[in-house]
């Protein structure tokens, strides 16, 4: 085991002892770990956007101290937050499959992060018990993903993105999940910030915002969102943004759905018209030869599905356990079966074999190959329920609040469906635990029985996370 991993988990298995001793002997302290819970929820809301590791960082701090507000509360229940059954069922299958596993230091590493993002999940679910809590939390990364979606537009600018390969990364350095991050953002913003969702509201429209100065830099911010997300090229973007804008679109108006395809057409057209290298990664999802003959280099559309291939020639060999949770990069390596198809290099007319990654590139491959069939169903059957459940509530209640949420949990499942087919995977730091997030805002809205009046919000001045 990597000596570096192993000092991790020493110092948090430590630290956590000390809690939980503090927890037993001192229940009196159960007001200060709620608290100290909360500012680890508030840590990761400001840095996910920002510095991953800090946000990270914030997820243990949560955990901790929520656990220890459990024991000192003498509580052991969770949240009934009606995604708990294929959660467990799904945690159960990855914990399970560290027994089988063809690698357990990259079962140690994924399937550690898969569970600790649960605990998170579970702990922001209890904890955001509040309209204010999640108000601020909601608040907290709107300015973190505000402060990133303005780096990137310079950052594009600098490297001349939209006229080179040349692609974003933003502040976490990462081009991947920098344009899901931003998506997520986009929609935070127009739902949650802009479109007015109260149900006995039938105009179609944005809500009236208090001044000029707020909504033009609401507007700034999804021009330039929008922008970093083109700069980047990330086709998992594109594929979970313009669903998630259809639906929000949908939800308050047709007449802002048309409006939405017409704007969304205009800007793709304008791009395809503009940038090369945009239009090139863009139409070879459906033609890889398109990204070769105006590249000159192969289509990276081709690994994609060589990965994927071989992820489902893995799965085909152990359908109902797979590989073992992180397990499948060793195992693709070490057996040379699984790798196909070859394909030709253009510069050259040889027939290669030049697949520049390990990994399925593909959150259901993967699962699939990693932990097996059963794995698959629970994962599926929990992103079934994270949109039944925000659409069950959108219709079922007339409370502005929930409504927004929901609106915006709804947005926020589409876009990490999408990137989950290209980009992310249910231990990926940056995407998974960032939707689990929004999903356990989600769970706290729905569990809570009303919604304090705006007028009450601020009647105690020293409450000011509780």
């Known amino acids: 085991m990597n000596i570096l991993l192993f000092i991790k988990i020493a110092v948090i298995a430590g630290a956590g002892i000390i809690l939980i001793a503090m927890a037993v002997k001192r229940p009196d302290l159960a007001g200060f770990f709620e608290k100290a819970g909360l500012f680890g929820i508030f840590l990761f809301a400001l840095f996910i956007p920002i510095k991953d590791g800090f946000a990270l960082f914030g997820m243990v701090v949560t955990i901790g101290f929520f656990i220890a507000y459990k024991i000192a509360k003498r509580d ?28 357990i230091k990259d079962s140690i590493n994924e399937g550690g992060e898969i569970i600790y993002f649960v605990l998170f999940f579970f702990a922001a679910a209890t ?35 939209l006229h080179s390969t040349n692609r974003l990364t933003g502040l976490i350095g990462n081009w991947t999940g920098f344009p899901v991050q931003v998506s997520y953002g986009l929609v935070v913003i127009m739902a949650y910030y802009l479109i007015n969702f109260k149900k006995q509201n039938k105009e179609a429209g944005f809500k009236k915002i208090p001044s000029c100065t707020q909504s033009f830099l609401f507007g700034i911010l999804i021009l330039a969102g929008f922008f970093d997300i083109i700069f980047s090229k990330a086709r998992s973007a594109w594929i979970g943004i313009i669903p998630a804008i259809f639906v929000l679109m949908y939800l308050k ?20 018209s503009i940038s090369k290298t945009f239009k090139s990664r863009m139409l070879a999802m459906f033609n890889p030869k398109i990204y070769k003959m105006e590249l000159k280099s192969h289509g990276d559309i081709e690994s994609h599905l060589a990965l994927i291939k071989s992820a489902w020639t893995v799965f085909k060999r152990f359908p109902l356990t797979g590989v073992g949770v992180g397990a499948f990069s060793k195992y693709f ?36 190959a990693e932990t097996g069939l059963f794995s698959f169903l629970a994962l599926m059957w929990l992103f079934f329920l994270a949109l039944k459940q925000p659409i069950k509530l959108f219709i079922g209640t007339d409370d502005e609040f929930k409504r927004k949420i929901a609106a915006m949990t709804i947005g926020v499942s589409i876009i990490f469906y999408g990137s989950f087919a290209g980009v992310s995977n249910m231990s990926n730091d940056q995407l998974a635990n960032l939707w689990l997030f929004f999903l356990a805002l989600f769970a706290a809205a729905n569990l809570m029985p009303g919604v304090i009046p705006k007028s009450k919000d601020f009647q105690n001045q020293n409450d000011v996370i509780s």
């Open 253 to 272: 108006s047709k007449k802002l759905f048309l409006a939405a395809l017409v704007l969304l057409l205009v800007l793709n057209i304008g791009m395809f």
């Open 127 to 161: 904890l955001l018990n509040t309209k204010k809590r999640i108000d601020f939390m909601v608040y907290t990364f709107t300015f973190s993903i505000s402060i990133a979606i303005i780096y990137g537009l310079f950052q594009g600018i600098f490297i001349n993105a």
């Open 76 to 103: 052991a229940s969770i949240p009934k937050t009606g995604f708990n059954m294929p959660i467990a069922v799904y945690t159960a299958i990855v914990a399970a499959s560290f027994l089988w596993t063809y690698s």
């Open 333 to 368: 390596d070490e057996h040379k079966g699984v790798r196909f198809p070859w394909y030709y290099n253009p510069k050259t007319g040889e027939k290669i074999y030049d697949l520049y990654d390990n990994w399925p590139e593909n959150g259901y491959m993967q699962t699939l």
